[in-house]
């Protein structure tokens, strides 16, 4: 592909860790066949922008950036990519001045499509896409080692089949598939051999993983965690129907394991949650919190996802939810507007909560949720954790706690190297302190 050969190309990615995965391996791709990666649109040949569509809010921000590199470089090949690019017609991105779509499953795809797009006499407008439905491909994406971040993410798995009533998800990301273990591990090899000693396991699903044939999340867990010069082993959201008895175990026999898990919640009341379709009770969700920290110790951090608004939630719903928030012992909770997004059965349900009232509940919810926070964060006040240094000014350095915790520390220390820092104190949802040794 010479005709990638010196082009400096833009890669933005929006939304989930697996977005951001495919971000850095598109990004691995792309410097391989000779294109320069830039930090801003501006002045660049082509953008590639990994998209999201969970939310309106996702779709509006994935219009935003595809007009900011236009912008910025008015002859930039745009090539828009992830689950808003799977469901746009091409009239629509004709009109915002995208040259390529590159649906999911066909990431991999990007740079010759990209090299195409820059040989002389190329079409105005070329795309990729397939019914992710029915795929049962995986997309061979390959990251040498992380350009982007100091802690890589991998992406192990692809797809969901749940069809919660209010996503859209499953629509666009299609049926769930498994990456093959073996090539999981060699990713983890390279990129432990380029330095890196933090993995994030993430999927669209990651439960999933091995549903169909595969092996399991569990035994993935163990093979990773026997690859020499990992010592940081995270997963990125996992559903609470995907923590089974195996996998508690197995997290627990796994030293490298960081003890936090980002378990969504979506909303505390019965009646809501099945209205949701996800599967579970209340109390099935706060049991299996209890479970974890039995497995994991009790400074296991649990953080989770609130949806508030969803069509007939009443007054009672939510403050079972916030009800629920406490006795779950939250650290970070993220909190959601409803979105109403067409093709969901959430969409045409009726007793949409008026706007005012999501946005007051919102507040309250969020409200909560920094009380928690603070709550959980200032256990660690006084106590000695290790730092993973992501950034690095002078004799102040910052990285995140195995706790997920953001920490701001006194002392040097070079990137991607790990410290020990004694807590002096915690400020919302950051630590403070000072290095040890």
Known sequence: MDALKGKRIWIYSLGCRSNQYEGEAVANALTEAGAVPADSPEGTDGAVIISCTVTAEADRKCRQAVRKAKR??????????GCWAQKITAEEAKSLGIRIVAGNRRKSRIPELLA??????SPEYSEDRVDVMHCREWDPLFL????????????????CNHFCSYCVIPFVRGFPVSRDPGDVVREVESIAGAGCREVVLTGVHLGLYGKYGTGSLASLVRKVAAVEGISRIRFGSLEPFGLDEELLETLAGTPQFCRHLHLPLQSGSARILSRMRRGYSPEDFLSLAE???????????ISTDILVGFPGEEDLDFGETLALMKQCRFGKSHVFPFSPREGTDAFSLPGRVPRETVSERARAAGELAGLLLQEY???????EVSVLAEEVTGNTFSGLSPSFLRVVSSGTARKGQEQMVRITKSCGDTLRGRKTG
Do not use: C
């Open 377 to 383: 964060s200032r256990r660690w006040t006084g106590r």
């Open 72 to 81: 910025m470089s008015r002859n930039s090949v745009i090539a828009a990519s």
């Open 116 to 121: 195409r797009a820059f040989e002389e006499g």
């Open 291 to 301: 479970k974890a920290r039995t497995y994991l110790g009790d400074d296991l951090h």
């Open 144 to 159: 040498d080692r992380p350009l982007l971040h100091t802690r890589a993410f991998i992406k192990v798995q692809d797809g």
